[in-house]
């Protein structure tokens, strides 16, 4: 019953955050969409900022589970990076990026959430330095950086354009995927010999 209730809560939560953003959110308007009382949200939660981590931690821990099986798959590097790159219009689709990105903005005013945030981040983090890292040993070195620093960049690179997606101009979103699927081929490359200008 417990677990039905802030399974509630948190899609309520969601469907609020979507419409209203963080800094509009109301526990009042939750909890009549989710038809429970009021303070069902502070007895499970402890209020705003507790529902809206505890539903982000949510989604993140399904999310990065999905990404670390995507990559430990036995497919060329280039594809994997490419489903990645499908992946995160899901996750604009799904309404992820728009939590996440609300967050990190609250994050920056709120020393435990934005704490909580960069605990999340790193998850992803990790894995692209892993992967980063099986790349280093299959194909040398990483130019100057370092398997940890190109997980990095890669990382900054989705989180950077994802910002700039949800700012809705389709010319820049447009730029923006771009530029992250241009990636795929110089993996391939890489992975196939031929050097970027023999990509495809």
Known sequence: MA?????????????????????????????ERAGVPLSQIHYHFGGK????LALLDR?????????????????PLWKRYRQACDFLDDDLASGYVRVLQEMITAGWSDEEVARQILNMLRGWLDILTEVAGEAERRFGPLGP?????VGTLIG??????????LLGDEGWAGRVRSALRRVTDLIRAAEEGTGPSGAT
Do not use: H, P, W
């Open 3 to 31: 677990t039905d209730t802030s399974s509630k809560i948190m899609e309520s939560a969601r469907s609020c955050l979507l419409d209203d953003g963080y800094a509009n959110l109301s526990t009042r308007r939750v909890a």
């Open 49 to 52: 900022r507790g529902m809206v």
């Open 59 to 75: 989604e993140n821990g399904d999310l990065v589970s999905r990404q670390e099986r995507m990559y430990a798959a036995e497919v």
């Open 145 to 149: 950086f370092t398997a940890a620093e």
């Open 156 to 165: 900054l690179a989705f989180l950077g354009g994802e910002s700039v997606i």
